[in-house]
């Protein structure tokens, strides 16, 4: 049974940074999308970032281009996204999801539970 894991989160300043981690344990297939997205309050999931592992294909949002990366720990199911110059508009809830396509969290089949980033100004 695939489980996702997400480790990371909390509270930072604007212009602060934070790294979110996700692991995607028992996944069988060797390529597939692991990606990030965000749920604001009253809004849709979103995509923010997403990496096809085992081929390091990667897609951002435009509104982290240049402030967010995605990285593949090695060759494990481990995703990390490093989130710099963080501002309010970032905050919402964060998840990771594998087994879709590139930012399209519709396709999606599995999901962490989710962790909160608060950015304060």
């Known amino acids: 049974q695939v489980q996702v894991v997400e480790t990371g989160g909390g509270s930072v300043q604007t212009g602060g940074s934070m790294t979110l981690s996700c692991s995607a344990i028992?996944?069988?297939?060797?390529?597939?999308?692991m990606g990030w997205f965000r749920q604001g309050p009253g809004k849709e999931r979103e995509g923010v970032a997403s990496?096809?592992?085992?081929?390091?294909?990667?897609d951002y949002a435009d509104s982290v281009k240049g402030r967010f990366t995605i990285t593949q720990d090695g060759a494990k199911a481990i995703v990390n996204l490093e989130m710099n110059n963080l501002q309010p508009e970032d905050t919402a809830m964060y998840y990771c999801?594998?087994?879709?396509?590139?930012?399209?969290?519709?396709?999606?089949?599995?999901w962490g539970q989710g962790t909160q980033v608060t950015v304060s100004s």
């Open positions: 999801g594998t087994g879709g396509m590139k930012l399209h969290p519709r396709t999606y089949k599995k």
């Open positions: 028992g996944f069988k297939y060797n390529n597939f999308y």
């Open positions: 990496i096809w592992i085992g081929r390091n294909i990667i």
